[in-house]
């Protein structure tokens, strides 16, 4: 029994679950206080931002295709982040692979779903991928900083976006400015909820994350690629292929980004336009990061965080409160848990020098006693 | 070729480098800041956060008390208080950089956007009192030259300025060496009797002004008193870039912003030639800052290899 | 003489080490005074309480009679006491008189860094003490021992008097550890400077010194005159126990060569040559040590055989197959493991547990994977549990993270793991730094039970006695050449004093 427990201790960091829940619980005062300075009905606004996302079907099903979009996003940074890269690209790849997943889409309008859907899959994987290749292989081949070249990538990516949607691919219609041709509907995954984003795409999505749950935690391979991650030198010396490791853990984040930009045109939005992510990768990087990379906290958190979000957009209807208040709470909780991480450390140094004093004075007694 | 032409060909060109100047300022004012976190061994990749802060301050204020140069020094204010709070969390607490960075630049977004939408009732501002465009005398007249020079905000020629102060500052003063050694050799600093936290805490609030300072020149100085969500547009990843091309040198990092400049000037060219499509042109400066970062470590491994093989010769001589 | 510092009943704790117990200790106006001890005995925290950067958790300092209670360097620095760290304290893209004026600089206009004005002082410095430096000249671009002689010139340009001199030596070639004892007992005689110097080499306690402390495990031991005891009286104060290991039982001899290198040429981190034509070949079931002073190419030409380095020049066999160019990975496939010279940094994942510390290597083996994929986190922890037991890793079990052990047993899951290989071949560097002597003792012997059994191994240390006692044979490196070879048996330490110092027969051929 006391095996178990000790056990138990060894997997769940109960610290960091205290850590997380004070950080939520201060988050959300902040966001009170700023509701209450800027002039809303405070209980009002908070009632709508924490219950809004369950007032009707339609929000609960936005809501659960939020979380998978956050939680994939999420997942895609704990891959990279596992074997010490960070893909701060994923918004450029996502949405690069939103673009070719419709444009395949229009390409195949006439042939079978079974062929037209694992094409646009597989197109907006190899797109992702290859857009996580190019920073990934700076990185490793030449040492350039991988945060700076993903974070300008994005910035190409959104205007290569922009070329080929309001210019060669961009739909016929003259009333249309810059969306793709719109899908065939029998390509559109089956909704799960109607009216809502919920498609059956959160059923693949809850298979890979399993997937990357298992990978990363239970095989060999997630091993090695923390290994990697923890001190690539280590990793050289003992034999293993780092480099290598380095950017294979990258391609498979950028292919997943590329996958959920997929998701977002076959479940939800029917076409590539420039809304189809509103940097929703960096909120998933949000929530890698209060995760601290690990696979299980990032799905708790990006549902605690789509909660958040389609709180907000209720509240925003209802009370009139800007959506806003949704990024000002998330980025609160990071500044609080790095806070709490620091505040943390300071005390335990000071016990440890207390602890230390009073043993010395201790023995100083018990010597003196001797002398 | 007929005069017409030459002409013609020396307007596009005064016009590209006057682009030149106006785009690269607020990259620049961002890069002076960012520089001194560079030395102090901070790195920061919350710039961009910080302009954009600082361009709602400068234009909230400006609105709300009608006046620029309140606006500014609002601006100004605010710096201070983000660089404070970003040292709070990279110097005394120990966070992680990066994970604070990526925080604030966040934050900016959803703070900013949800005051101007509580306040103004607008995700933006605009028509906020603003500065206008300095035409200086005897040298507006220079052919070329003076269409080049004249006319900018007054932001443009402080930047000129600054960089010359900054790079007396950090070479020439005794507190510049020791923000150095705070990021180079902090123990050094330590041993030396003078305390390298509080040089990181300088170096921060520094940056924090400039990149106040970057965001008012943004909505006060560039646009006509306007503020809007993506206005910054990436320019705080770009200064870091043109820290990181410059070596953290004030000059250096001046000329990558106008580097940076030059092919922005050169995008927007192409754009109203029409020639090309414009998000195409408008990547430019991105893939070029791609470009600089390859560069820079290329040419820094070039140089380390040509050094060391300057010094095999000479062991080999004796 | 008068005593210029009096510690009183001093205790240093750190987490989890008491440091400083209780030391009560004066030092004498004018004197050199020499503080010995092993490695972790305390020195260095001693000297950083006087200097203000450690503030001690328990009794009183006195400079001068006077009583310390403000600890910084800054307060130490006014009072006149100045130190020159066993790492040196200097910003490597400065110029010397940048690096010596840091923090007291010279202005212009009351604003304004003077540079002239540092270079002038910095000559003035210079000739005053006759320590020639360029005071122009980038740190980072000066030899090691030029870069010693501006933390002496820093020290003096902060006008102290008290000098301490954290293991001077280590980085030093003979001829310039000859000219910095002119410099100490120059400026001692001239200036009427006390001087304190950390070292563990005996001889040069003998050399220089008035009197010497001796410490062990954060203790006090005793205060002797230099010229009342000899070299070995010390050496069994520093181990608490006359130095005499039990007698290590050799058998077997040596067979086929294992390792074979011919005119190696590679290149240190700064792009320099540091291994010059080096060949050198060691055979099964015997010791082939390296002695050699820090920095003369010996961690260069073990990372170059290892792959952990790139070859210039030259060849390298392993097991009678070519290992010249290869990764470290297909290095291992020939036969051969690694116990590297910095286990935190090459040795280890610190965030990790013992138990996928000692895994790594092995994760691919059939036992330890089902479907060729999946870890069996069961047969893992069986494995780890066994090593853990049979290596004597003390810690809270295998689920430790591996950062928060102590360097001696972190230096356990290292050798575990690399001898668990059973490899025909080990290279070893560094086996006992940072490790108590019990410890020592143990690895010794495993090394010796590698050796019986059969394996080639290549031994380098920077402790001189660690490797007459285990090698069979001895070559000695000098700047990144071999200066000379040697049975162990039948050659003195002093001799090869001589030829790691380049001075020996071998080096003049």
């Known amino acids: ?371 | 070729m007929n005069d017409n032409s030459w002409s013609n060909i020396l307007t596009v060109a005064s016009s590209t480098l006057n682009q030149m100047l106006r785009s690269a300022t607020p990259v620049a004012l961002a890069a002076l800041g960012g520089l001194m976190t560079e030395h102090a061994g901070i790195m920061n990749i919350g710039m961009d956060g910080m302009i954009l802060m600082g361009a709602f301050t400068a234009a909230a204020v400006s609105t709300a008390l009608a006046s620029a140069a309140l606006g500014i020094v609002a601006s100004v204010i605010f710096g201070i208080l983000v660089g404070l709070f970003f040292a709070l969390f990279t110097v005394k607490l120990r966070s992680d950089e990066f994970i604070i960075g990526c925080a604030l630049n966040t934050f900016a977004m959803g703070i900013t956007v949800y005051l101007s939408r509580s306040l103004f009732d607008s995700a933006g501002i605009s028509n906020a009192p603003h500065l206008h465009n300095i035409s200086i005398p005897l040298i507006r007249n220079i052919p070329f030259l003076g269409s080049v020079i004249s006319g900018h905000s007054l932001f443009v020629y402080l930047t000129w300025a600054f960089v010359i102060l900054m790079w007396l500052f950090v070479y020439r003063t005794p507190v510049g060496f020791w923000i150095r050694a705070s990021g180079e050799s902090p123990e050094t600093l330590r041993t030396a009797g003078k305390n390298p936290e509080r040089m990181k805490w300088i170096a921060s609030i520094l940056c924090g002004v400039f990149c106040g300072l970057a965001g008012a020149h943004l909505s006060l100085g560039n646009l006509n008193g306007q503020f809007g969500q993506r206005m910054v547009a990436g320019r705080g990843y770009i200064a870091f870039a043109c820290v990181i091309f410059g070596g953290a040198n004030p000059v250096k990092v001046f000329a990558a912003a106008l580097m940076f400049g030059f092919f922005d000037a050169i995008g927007l060219q192409l754009q109203s030639s029409k020639l090309v499509d414009p998000d195409l042109t408008s990547a430019i400066p991105y893939v070029i800052t791609i470009i600089m970062m390859v560069y820079v470590v290329v040419s820094g491994q070039r140089r380390r290899e040509r050094i060391a093989k300057q010094q095999l010769k000479k062991l080999e001589l004796k | 003489m008068t005593d210029e510092i009096r510690f009183e009943h001093i205790s240093m704790e750190f987490p989890g080490v008491l440091a400083n117990d209780d030391i009560s200790l004066s030092i004498k106006n004018g004197e050199v005074f020499a503080l010995v001890g092993e490695n972790g005995a305390g020195k260095s925290t001693l000297m950083n309480i006087l200097y203000g950067i450690n503030t001690p958790t328990a009794g009183n300092l006195y400079v001068r009679g006077e009583k310390i209670t403000d600890f910084s360097p800054k307060a130490a620095i006014d009072r006149g006491i100045g130190m020159v760290h066993q790492h040196f304290m200097l910003v490597p893209s400065f110029t010397v008189a940048q690096n010596i004026v840091l923090g007291r600089e010279p202005k212009n206009a009351g604003v304004m860094f003077d540079n002239r004005k540092a270079e002038k002082l910095t000559r003035e410095l210079v000739k005053e003490y006759g320590l020639e430096v360029d005071p122009s000249a980038e740190v980072r671009d000066i030899s090691v021992g030029l870069q010693q002689r501006v933390e002496i010139l820093k020290t003096l340009y902060r006008g102290a008097d008290i000098l301490i001199l954290d293991e001077p030596t280590a980085v030093l070639t003979p001829q310039e550890t000859d000219e910095l004892f002119d410099v100490i007992r120059r400026i001692v005689r001239e200036k009427e400077m006390t001087v304190i110097i950390i070292t563990h080499k005996l001889y040069e306690v003998m050399a220089i010194s008035d009197r010497v402390g001796v410490m062990r495990q954060g203790k006090l031991i005793g205060v002797e005159n230099t010229k009342d005891v000899d070299e070995k009286k010390l050496a069994s104060m520093m181990v608490g126990r006359p130095v005499l290991f039990d007698q290590l039982d050799k058998t077997g001899g040596p067979g086929e060569v294992a390792i074979e290198v011919d005119d190696l040429y590679v290149a240190d981190n700064r792009g320099l040559p540091a291994v010059r034509g080096v060949s050198l070949s060691v055979k099964k079931g015997e010791v082939l040590g390296i002695a050699a002073i820090e920095g003369n190419g010996q961690s260069e030409l073990l990372e170059a055989i290892t792959g952990m380095r790139k070859i210039n020049r030259g060849h390298v066999t392993v097991c009678g197959q070519d290992a010249t160019g290869k990764t470290p990975g297909e290095i291992r496939a020939l036969g051969l493991s690694h116990v590297p010279e910095d286990r935190l940094s090459t040795g280890v994942d610190k965030f990790a547990s013992v138990t996928d510390n000692l895994l790594v290597g092995k994760q691919k083996e059939k036992r330890f994977n089902l479907f060729g994929f999946h870890q069996r986190r069961s047969t893992v922890e069986r494995y780890a549990e066994e090593l853990y037991q049979k290596f004597d890793i003390r810690g809270a079990g295998i689920h430790t993270e591996v950062g928060s052990m102590s360097g001696g047993n972190m230096q356990k899951v290292v050798v575990a793991r690399e001898f668990s290989f059973d490899t025909p071949v080990l290279v070893i560097s560094q086996p006992t730094r940072g490790v108590d002597i019990g410890a020592m003792e143990f690895f010794h012997t495993r090394i010796i039970e590698q050796r019986n059994a059969g394996a080639a191994i290549l031994l380098s240390s920077a402790d001189l006695d660690e490797v007459f006692r285990l090698s069979d044979r001895i070559i000695t490196l000098y700047e990144g050449k071999i200066t000379g070879e040697f049975e162990a048996d039948k050659i003195t330490k002093e001799e090869i004093g001589l030829y790691m110092t380049g001075t020996g027969e071998g080096a003049k051929a």
């Open chain 1, 1 to 371: 029994m006391k095996a178990f427990f000790l056990r138990l201790k060894q997997k769940f960091d109960f610290g960091y679950l205290v850590a997380l829940l004070i950080s939520l619980g201060v988050a959300l005062l902040i966001g009170t206080v700023i509701l209450t300075i800027t002039g809303f009905d405070t209980g009002k606004a908070l009632g709508a931002l924490i219950g809004g996302s369950f007032s009707s079907k339609q929000y609960f099903g936005n809501m659960l295709e939020y979380a998978m979009v956050l939680c994939l996003c999420g997942l895609a940074c704990d891959v990279g982040s596992r074997a010490g890269i960070f893909n701060v690209g994923g918004e450029g790849q996502l949405i690069l692979g939103a673009l070719f997943a419709a444009q395949i889409g229009v390409w195949l309008k006439d042939a079978s779903p079974w062929i037209a859907i694992p094409c646009a899959a597989l197109g907006a994987i190899l797109v992702g991928g290859f857009y996580a290749f190019i920073p990934g292989v700076l990185k490793v081949k030449l040492k350039v900083n991988e945060v700076i070249t993903t974070i300008m990538l994005n910035s190409v990516a959104v205007f290569i976006c922009g070329y080929f949607s309001k210019g060669p691919w961009k739909n016929p219609s003259p009333r249309v400015v810059s969306d793709t041709s719109p899908l065939n509907r029998s390509f559109m995954f089956g909704k799960l909820i109607q009216s809502s984003n919920l498609s059956t795409a959160i059923i693949v999505s809850a298979v890979l994350t399993f997937l990357v749950w298992y990978i990363l935690q239970k095989t060999t391979k997630g091993y090695e690629m923390r290994l990697v991650g923890d001190n690539p030198r280590f990793a050289r010396f003992a034999g293993l292929k780092a480099d290598r490791i380095v950017i294979i853990a990258m391609v498979i984040s950028g292919m997943m980004c590329g996958l959920v930009g997929m998701f977002r045109v076959y479940g939800a939005a029917g076409k590539y336009q420039s809304s189809i992510s509103n940097e929703y990768y960096f909120e998933g990087l949000m929530v890698a990061m209060i995760a601290q990379y690990q696979p299980i906290p990032t799905v708790i958190i990006s549902l605690i965080f789509a909660i958040l979000r389609w709180g907000a957009i209720f509240m925003e209807d209802t009370v009139g409160v800007p959506i806003q208040i949704y990024w000002i709470i998330q980025t609160a909780v990071i500044f609080c848990m790095a806070g709490e991480k620091g505040i943390r450390a300071a005390i335990h140094k000071a016990r440890e020098t207390r602890a230390a004093k009073r043993e010395i004075e201790k023995r100083r007694e018990g010597g003196a006693v001797r002398e």
